[in-house]
């Protein structure tokens, strides 16, 4: 049974937005950081941003002022708002739990991931 989910991927323009959306179980959001992560054809899995249960946040530079990670403890679901989004955001976006010191890490705790597609 999948413990992470994901969902809201999809085909946008440049300049449009997404929102994704991450279910977790109760047990894992409870006890981890969460992060979103991201891989385009041909390149390596990057991470995107990550946020800790107080609420601090890490982001990519190259999504620094267009997306915003957010949590929602009373249902367990991490989101990544995505905005001016560009061809270059093309990727798989995959959920992560993890922990946070100053910045995200990863544990190896994945969703199955959700196609974001930028293109005119």
């Known amino acids: 049974q999948a413990q992470l989910v994901e969902s809201g991927g999809g085909l946008v323009q440049p300049g449009g937005s997404l929102r994704l959306s991450c279910a977790a179980s109760g047990s894992i959001f409870s006890i981890n950081a969460m992060g979103w992560y991201r891989q385009a054809p041909g390149s390596q899995r990057e991470l995107v941003a990550g946020i800790s249960n107080g609420g601090s946040t890490n982001y990519a530079d190259s999504v620094k002022g267009r997306f915003t990670i957010s949590r929602d403890k009373a249902n367990n679901t991490v989101f990544l708002q995505m905005n001016s989004l560009k061809p270059e955001d093309t990727a798989v976006y995959y959920c992560?739990?993890?922990?946070?010191?100053?910045?995200?890490?990863?544990?190896?705790?994945w969703g199955q991931g959700t196609q974001v597609t930028v293109s005119s």
């Open positions: 992560n739990a993890g922990y946070y010191r100053g910045s995200y890490y990863p544990a190896n705790i």
